[in-house]
């Protein structure tokens, strides 16, 4: 069984930084694609940055230039920095990963349970 677990969110003024973090733990075979996203009320969740096994990143347009995403493989772990926070970037943020708990099964895409960013103005 695979688990993402969360850490780093908070609160933080508006301006401030937040790293987020996020495990993945359980029979892995390979992790592909790992990524954040995230979710306020009433909204679809939506991608806030992903990064590939081959290094190759994607960022929402709304954060580009203000967050960072990176992974360390050998702990199984993906992080966002997040800089010059504002407002309107308060949600709830999940990790996903797209792996594969053998050679023989398909890959999947496993999420975290979420973590709280909340920014004052």
């Known amino acids: 069984q695979v688990q993402l677990v969360e850490s780093g969110g908070g609160l933080v003024q508006a301006g401030g930084s937040l790293r987020l973090s996020c495990a993945a733990s359980?029979?892995?075979?390979?992790?592909?694609?790992m990524g954040w996203y995230r979710q306020v009320p009433g909204k679809q969740r939506e991608l806030v940055a992903t990064?590939?096994?081959?290094?190759?990143?994607n960022y929402a347009e709304s954060v580009k230039g203000r967050f960072t995403i990176s992974r360390d493989n050998a702990k199984n772990t993906v992080y966002l920095e997040m800089n010059s926070l504002k407002p309107e970037d308060a949600a709830v943020y999940y990790c996903?990963?797209?792996?594969?708990?053998?050679?023989?099964?398909?890959?999947?895409?496993?999420w975290g349970q979420g973590t709280q960013v909340t920014v004052s103005s």
């Open positions: 359980g029979i892995i075979f390979r992790i592909n694609t």
């Open positions: 996903n990963a797209d792996l594969k708990t053998s050679v023989m099964r398909p890959a999947y895409v496993y």
């Open positions: 990064l590939t096994s081959g290094g190759s990143t």
